[in-house]
T-cell receptor
């Protein structure tokens, strides 16, 4: 079992709809959870971080964490073509420890 | 968010030469920086963890004598690819952490001829 698992996609969503990206992790000691967006040929960019169970909203983005189910998700409302990218889920145990990444989900927003 | 810079953004070199890549945290002090490599259409691969004032910790399979890392200050880490070969051509990305969140630099694209 991989430490962090994501559906590789591609996930296609019509413009204006909600895109839902999912991630599961295996280490129950994980404390911090992150979503990064990576455009083709570019480096990852932080979208959201979440540390507590529940929802965290930032603009069109909502991260959801369920530690009991070892599950973290990212919802993108009112999807735009500029949201088309690969989304990376990452977890870590805490502090300065390294991130463990999923393989990423490629999202395409269809105009 | 915090800003991390890398220099150069792109480098082309001849096989056998060495290339140095700089990673700087511009508006925060980073006790820990990380170096990644990414080949086309593949996932990020962590190469090493760099702590200020101490030796870097390399991931399994990464040659420490080939990829020299120096973290001389709280805002600067360097990666030197020694005796580069065409198979070292890749996208090298650093990140720096403020103790909680990792922020990535823009990356350095290395092409070895």
């Amino acid at each position: 079992q991989k430490e962090v698992e994501q559906n590789s996609g591609p996930l296609s969503v019509p413009e204006g709809a909600i895109a839902s990206l999912n991630c599961t992790y295996s280490d129950r000691g994980s404390q911090s959870f992150f979503w990064y967006r990576q455009y083709s040929g570019k480096s990852p960019e932080l979208i959201m971080s979440i540390y507590s169970n529940g929802d965290k909203e930032d603009g069109r983005f909502t991260a959801q964490l369920n530690k009991a189910s070892q599950y973290v998700s990212l919802l993108i409302r009112d999807s735009q073509p500029s949201d088309s990218a690969t989304y990376l889920c990452a977890v870590k145990k805490g502090g300065n420890e390294k991130l463990t990444f999923g393989t990423g989900t490629r999202l395409t927003i269809i105009p | 968010g915090a800003v991390v810079s890398q220099h150069p953004s792109r480098v082309i070199c001849k096989s056998g030469t060495s290339v140095k890549i700089e990673c700087r945290s511009l508006d925060f002090q980073a006790t820990t920086m990380f170096w990644y490599r990414q080949f086309p259409k593949q996932s990020l691969m962590l190469m090493a963890t760099s702590n200020e004032g101490s030796k870097a910790t390399y991931e399994q399979g990464v040659e420490k004598d080939k990829f020299l890392i120096n973290h001389a200050s709280l805002t600067l880490s360097t990666l030197t690819v020694t005796s580069a070969h065409p198979e070292d051509s890749s996208f090298y990305i650093c990140s720096a952490t403020n103790g909680e969140t990792q922020y990535f630099g823009p990356g350095t694209r290395l092409l070895v001829l």
